[in-house]
């Protein structure tokens, strides 16, 4: 059974001003995420991330639709059981969200001690997520005196203190450089083996997906425009507009931009050839056209790794006869994919 499973969602929020046109933010969405799953949520800014993971949390109501987390419809819960569901989520944030005024210690045990656990486990339970997210030395510290990336695992130290099956991370990385970002993604994986926890992940990074997510979800206005297994959204996206969003993220595809540089700096015609893990190889496609008589030229490319699997973009200068071309392009096509620019 899945552990959060959205039907038909919708969220519109009233017009701003007497001119103003209600705001849809959330459009027919439907979504189910499984029990150990690491659930990514991707898309620009402004595509509905955040008010999703307010919907699941119960933070705002729904204008229609089902959500049922754990199995239990949430849209219509007394605010009194919703209360209680909110204890099995844990939730970290952009902007880490810390009482400055607490020491870590007392941030991380700030939800136990509003779930009224004795003194002695709150104890024992800080101790334990300290050890954990690696931070046992810096419980009498406040939150001004620890880097971002410490500041963080504080988040998630305290996101996990209840012991929650599910974890909403909304944009937690964002705010960190590169090598921290790596630091908070190992540790929430370990959170998700160790614990069996369950992960929702917003972001607008696809690095971050690409790192921990198992499956994912791509947003655009309101809406889930694609879903599935991390590999199969990003190395071959059905629909148009994720088309279009994954050209922006993954490595080695030439943006409109850089191609009009390609055109200008090679004669020829310029080809962008995608592989996949298991396709048939680079080589047999380079044989293919130095057979066919067909000059070609490296332009631009990428790689990427998704847990291991690569898919890659390699786009390529072509010179030779207009014929020779066309034949060798098309019998490459059958077995990789082939976009030439226009
Ligand atoms: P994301 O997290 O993907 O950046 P959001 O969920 O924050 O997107 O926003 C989705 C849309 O809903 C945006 O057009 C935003 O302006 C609008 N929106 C979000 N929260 C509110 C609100 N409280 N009132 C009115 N409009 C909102």
Known sequence: MALVALRNVTKTYPAAGATGSPVVAIDDVSLEVEPGDVFGIIGYSGAGKST????VNALEPATSGSIEVDGREITAMPERELRRMRLGIGMIFQQFNLFDSKTV????????????????????????????????????????????????RVGIARALATSPRLLLADEATSALDPETTHEVLELLKRVNREFGVTIIVITHEMDVIQSIATKVAVMD??????????????????NPSSRRFVATVVKGIPSPAELAVLRERHEGRIVTISFRDGDSSQASVFLELASAGVEFELVYGGINDIQGRAFGHLTLALRGSDAAI??????????????EAD
């Not at 206005?221 to 071959?236: A, H, L, N, P, T």
């Open 105 to 152: 210690r007392g941030n991380v045990a700030y939800p136990l001690t509003v779930a009224r656990r004795p003194k002695a486990e709150i104890a024992s339970r800080v101790d334990e997520l300290l050890d954990f997210v690696g931070l046992g030395d810096k419980a009498r510290s406040h939150p001004d005196q620890l880097s971002g990336g410490q500041k963080q």
């Open 52 to 55: 999703l993971v307010r919907l």
């Open 221 to 238: 206005r309101g809406r889930v425009i694609e879903q599935g297994d991390v590999f199969d959204v990003f190395s071959d996206p059905q």
């Open 326 to 339: 066309d034949a060798a392009l098309a019998s490459i096509a059958a077995r990789v994919d082939v976009t």
